[in-house]
């Protein structure tokens, strides 16, 4: 399986975004910011199909139109963007968009599904460049932040009593979230982000008590379901996608149980501390 | 000067004279403060000071002032006009303020741990992982806060109380010359909120830190700050408990007829608005 350039591709890829998702994914979900990124996804989507129109590389309109929106999101206040009117509207808006420009180019319909539900072993040599690059600049980005991001995230209140640049720090995130995101559609497309965005995150907040330890199991989590999406889609044909939100379904799921479990198990742990 | 501004009883200058002379003493001065929110005056050519190691408790009713004029400290507002200045200089590993907001939601589902929640606190700007120092500054901000038990308990399972503890230690791990408390007390049972203040008391002696507590208990307030603060909307009044808490101080910040009994010790006001005269247990 593995001697195929194409797998070879997918599999690099399909491992880096799922890192860089599920680190970011933890803050996602802390910033209740889940449905932003849906709405991300959207106009990521209509920014693909815009390149696809101009005849340019995918991830330039992925890029362009979500750093745009990062910026117009954190300008107007993510409060406003919270609102589920406001995503409903904006993401339909986006989705229209991209059908339009689909049907203005000529090869509209493999672009659409590859855009929309992903085609991680469609990934060229110059894809994975690509996608090596925008990954190791968001993770060194967001370990340079990490401190004051984490403590705007989980405690929001905390970080504004401690003076914290807390509205550069929400127009930051929404930066790597736009970066993010682009990457995500290339592997599980649009319509599916939220597969490896915020299902992994979601079950590694079951998992464990610490931030640190959380984005590992998140990252995990999604790069397992990338491996085991990739591994199964190979020997039966149905596609990638589908496996890989088939497993973070069930990792989240089981976590969830387990988690549930252990509370009952042991009501607290012993106050002690290595 | 403010013609409305009530001076308290004790001449003001000496004490401001101190201050400038031995400036560093003083971890706060703040002088002539104005500010208008929404085109109304809030604060009024407020001007006080506080000495390194004072407790200063603040009091007044609702919509006085007390959380705004805390924002104007910490520099989320910008006053109209006056000037604030922290004489102390910040030394590396230390920050001039620690601020405990009022109200403060936590997520139930939150994960982290006490420990954990402290430790965002830490006053390293950049660096993403703990050292040895970091953990034993948590440790010992959750050792003074009185919340040592709680490290590893999750965050959003705490009760009120507890949870107080825990803000606490986290505005207390930043090392702070000055902490403001806003309302600390509230929400706690009267044994939770007697600790409570006698945890804050410790802290400022051991630690040399000035703290300035809003609260709406004037026992409380009576039994450990050194001066209060006392702002109305449009007056305040600044002194030791016993040059606030008079009668005719109160009527003239209230503007109306304002009564101020000792019984047993304990402090009471009562406030007459017209026409039923109501008891106000700030
Ligand atoms: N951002 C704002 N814009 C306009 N008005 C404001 C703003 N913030 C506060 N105010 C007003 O300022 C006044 C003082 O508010 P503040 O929160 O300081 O009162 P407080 O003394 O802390 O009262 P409490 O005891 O209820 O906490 C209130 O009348 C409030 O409506
Ligand atoms: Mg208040």
């Given amino acids: 399986m593995l001697h195929y350039a ?17 680190a970011i994914g933890v803050f996602v979900i802390a910033r209740n910011l889940s449905f932003i990124a849906h709405t991300f996804s959207h106009i990521g989507f209509s920014g693909a199909a815009f390149s696809v129109l101009a005849g340019w590389n995918p991830i330039g309109g992925l890029l362009l139109f979500s750093i745009a929106s990062a910026f117009a999101i954190g300008g107007f206040g993510v409060k406003l963007f919270r609102r589920e009117v406001t995503i409903s509207v904006v993401l339909s808006l986006f989705l229209g968009l991209g059908l339009l420009f689909l049907s203005m180019s000529a090869k509209k319909a493999t672009a659409m599904t590859a855009l929309l539900f992903g085609s991680v072993v469609g990934i060229s040599r110059d894809n994975v460049i690509e996608i090596v690059c925008l990954s190791a600049a968001v993770l060194v980005v967001f370990a340079f932040f990490y401190k004051p991001l984490k403590f705007d995230s989980f405690d ?57 330890r959380m984005m590992l199991w998140s990252a995990a989590f999604g790069v ?47 106050a002690s501390r290595a | 000067m403010n013609p409305l501004a009530v001076i308290s009883p004790a001449p003001a200058s000496p004490r401001a004279e101190r201050a400038t002379e031995t400036a560093t003493a003083a ?6 403060i104005d500010v208008h929110l929404g085109g109304r005056s809030i604060l009024n050519d407020v001007s006080f000071h506080v000495d390194s190691g004072e407790f200063l408790g603040i009091l007044g009713p609702n919509g006085a002032g007390k959380t705004t004029l805390f924002r104007v400290l910490l520099q989320l507002i910008k006053p109209q006009s006056g000037s604030i200045a922290f004489p102390r200089p910040v030394e590396a590993g230390h920050t001039a303020i620690g601020y405990v907001p009022q109200a403060r939601q936590i997520d139930p589902e939150l994960p982290l741990h006490a420990w954990d929640f402290v430790a965002l606190g830490l006053p390293h700007a950049i660096r993403p992982w703990l050292n040895r120092r970091d ?13 040592a038990q709680l490290a590893r308990k999750s965050i959003g399972r705490l009760s009120g109380g507890e949870k107080q503890r825990v803000f606490l230690a986290q505005a207390l791990v930043r090392n702070p010359h000055l902490l403001l408390l806003d309302e600390p007390t509230s929400n706690l049972d009267p044994g939770a909120q007697e600790e409570m203040a006698a945890v804050i008391d410790r802290v400022r002696r051991e630690r040399n830190i000035a703290v300035l507590l809003i609260s709406h208990d004037v026992n409380l307030v009576n039994r450990y700050a050194d001066r209060i603060l006392y702002l109305t ?31 047993e010790g304990k402090l009471l006001v009562t406030i007459s608005s017209d026409p039923v005269p109501a008891i106000c247990r700030h």
Wanted: glycine content about 8%; charged content about 10%; overall charge positive.
């Fill in chain 1, 6 to 22: 194409f797998m070879q591709h997918a599999f690099l890829a399909g491992t880096l975004v799922a890192i860089m998702s599920g």
């Fill in chain 1, 156 to 212: 929001p209140a905390g970080a504004q009593a401690a003076r914290l640049p807390v509205r550069l720090l929400s127009i930051g995130f929404l930066l790597l979230l736009a970066v993010a995101v682009s990457e995500a559609i290339l592997i599980v497309g649009a319509l599916l982000v939220f597969t490896l965005l915020t299902a992994p995150a979601a079950a590694a907040r079951h998992m464990t008590h610490s931030v640190a």
């Fill in chain 1, 224 to 270: 397992l379901g990338v491996w085991g999406g990739l591994v199964l889609s190979y020997y039966t044909n149905a596609p990638v996608s589908f496996y890989i939100t088939a497993l973070e379904t069930l990792f989240y799921f089981a976590a969830l149980s387990w988690g549930r479990l252990r509370e009952r198990r042991s009501p607290e742990p012993a």
């Fill in chain 2, 27 to 32: 971890a706060l001065i703040a002088q002539h």
């Fill in chain 2, 135 to 147: 953990r034993a500054s948590v440790q010992a901000a959750l050792d003074l806060a009185g919340a």
């Fill in chain 2, 233 to 263: 909307p449009r007056h305040y009044a600044v002194g030791t408990v016993d040059e606030v808490m008079q009668t005719s101080v109160l009527q003239r910040l209230y503007g109306s007829s304002v009564d101020v009994l000792r019984v």
